[in-house]
């Protein structure tokens, strides 16, 4: 229930970046001319925040570094583009991307630290010590499914998956039973 409360406001905190950026900033849109070389001018970028019909070398280069006639040579030689672009869309892309990594950060956190905690206070360390009888590699939780069904309420797909994983580990508990202690193959 926490988690749809969490999902709401982060859309509705998107949502409300949106629509501040309904109007074009001026960053937003810009000309830019690329000149190359001439003469004794070296070769430079130029970018003016002008409308699509200015974006032209003559609105753009400023301040114009050759004088008189060799303007228009200048001009003739710099490639002007007019660029727009959505800084909106570019924030909720970051937002987004931003806020599944941090829930896939808080998720590993869980995995990784709570999870294991909270398994020891549900099942006790009486059960993670496992005895000289027991296979090496046997679950200390194999009656967690039992545990956690008794004290949450879960759909019926993560029980029947939950099932099927128990049902998968015990089979091959008594697959190893068999070929390391009675040295049977089963078929």
Not at 5 to 29: G, H, M, P, R
Not at 150 to 162: G, I, Q, T
Request: some cysteine; aromatic content about 10%.
């Amino acid at each position: 229930m926490k988690w749809v409360f969490f999902i709401e406001a982060l859309f509705l905190a998107c949502f409300v970046l949106l629509s501040q950026v309904t109007a074009k900033n001026s960053e937003d849109i810009r000309c830019k001319c690329i000149c190359p070389p001439y003469r004794e001018v070296e070769g430079q970028i130029y970018k003016q925040n002008v409308s699509l019909k200015d974006c032209n070398c003559l609105h753009v280069v400023d301040p114009m570094p050759v004088d008189g006639k060799d303007v228009e040579a200048y001009c003739l030689r710099c490639e002007c583009k007019y660029e727009e672009r959505s800084s909106g869309t570019i924030k909720f892309t970051i937002i987004m991307y931003l806020s599944i990594l941090g829930l896939l950060l808080l998720y590993m956190v869980y995995l990784t630290l709570l999870e294991p905690m909270l398994k020891r206070r549900l099942f006790g360390h009486s059960q993670l010590i496992q005895s000289d009888d027991d296979v090496g590699d046997q679950q200390p939780f194999a009656n967690a499914h039992n545990v956690l069904s008794r004290s949450h309420s879960r759909s019926n797909v993560l029980n029947k998956v939950e099932h099927a994983q128990q049902r998968w580990r015990r089979q091959v508990q008594e697959q190893r039973k068999s070929v390391f202690d009675r040295h049977v193959v089963l078929s």
